[in-house]
């Protein structure tokens, strides 16, 4: 019992919150790069505010985020100590296409991840690569609008073989798009989209969308072909919704917003699009620009597994009523009156990660893997640089609990597990540092000063030993 004695136990990172080396190595630049912190960054990520380049007035932390460039053998070799079996991270679309594009890949790009992935395969580390994890070249974002453009089909199409190619025998996990229902919530990361005054936002969101589910179906076919070994994932930013109570109306709602996020994954996971989203882009008077071969590629190339991530539950608006709202993921949830929270709001609930587990495996019945979970928490260290994080321990042994229990007694299928940040890195949502999620503590700030020395939190150890039990010990 318990997990499967090939459990892919690991951390999470994405390329712009940890890599930095922002213009170094021939890399172009990206929407990523440029998005600031403060109080803009919000209305940027949500397409709302054009922000397409740097200026003098705003701190990027993006720019060099912790160095990982240029530590990445150092902080390999410290997953490595904890007995990572897995390594979640993303390649920067602009370190291999700077433009996104031109015809012919920079070398030196591709050979920064080969050296990485080398280095995994050294310490025994699987590497699971998100191929794009909310980046997006500025140049298609300029020249061709992102996502809302099905030009971009062939500029990813064209990352993918050369990823795909370069990387065949040191890569076999994939994901095609970080969190791809983030398109309707903060569609600038998304699918790199701002909106000019007066546009039909819906419009665009969803036709980005349908050109990131054909870009996803021919990516799955075109990794099966170029190497059959190569496991393709969906990921959704998880979290099922709970009704505010037992009135029809509100379950109903909880429902409707389970679907608004359900949607994408249904295509990915099943191949066609389900008749409740069709329905609801009639009614909304959303006509999408498809062609018939579309179809048949979502239809023939479904994801192998159902990746996730998953910080907190959600609970529905209720109709015509009063409720407190609190931050969440991205997106804001109503207050569960029944939960604790963060200190950023996110609503802490490890029997929420059981319900989504099951949630997801009686919607698809495919493997399962948990790519990202994890606390955001200010983290103070003791005069030794040392962080007691008994916090973040306590956090990920309920969740580790709560998916034993979905694996244990409700019987999914569940491959793998990665917190999120297994290293402090800039958070996403508010470009922070002092938002950390790491085992690994790096001596950085908000203003970008520090060290960037790195120092094992107590969850390190905790951590290590979870791993080598297999899940036993928390
Ligand atoms: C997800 C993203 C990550 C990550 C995480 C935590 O949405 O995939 O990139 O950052 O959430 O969010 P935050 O950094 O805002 O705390």
Redesign the pocket.
Known sequence: MGFRSDFLWGGAT?AN?CEGGYDQGGRGLANVDVIPTGPDRSAIIQGKEKMLAFDDTHFYPAKEAIDMYHHYKEDIALFAEMGFKTYRLSIAWTRIFPLGDELEPNEEGLLFYQRLFEECQKHGIEPLVTIT??DCPIHLIKEYGGWRNRKMLTFYERLCRTVFTRYKGLVRYWLTF??IN?ILHAPFLGAGLCFEPGEDEEQVKYQAAHHELVASAIATKIAHEIDPENQVGCML?AGSYYAFNCNPENVWSSRTKDRQNYFFIDVQARGYYPTYALKQMEQAGIELVTEEKDFELLAEHTVDFISF?Y?SSRVAPVKDGEQAETAG??FASVKNPFLEASE?GWQIDPLGLRITLNDIWDRYQKPMFIV?NGL?AVDVPDETGYVEDDYRIDYLAAHIQAMKDAVELDGVDLIGYNT??CIDLV????GEMK?RYGFIYVDRDNEGNGTLKRTKKKSFDWYKQVIASNGENL
């Open positions: 994405a919150q994890h909310f970080n969190e983030m930013a991530s910080y993921n991205i950023w990202e955001g999120w940040g958070s996403a949502g508010t938002k």
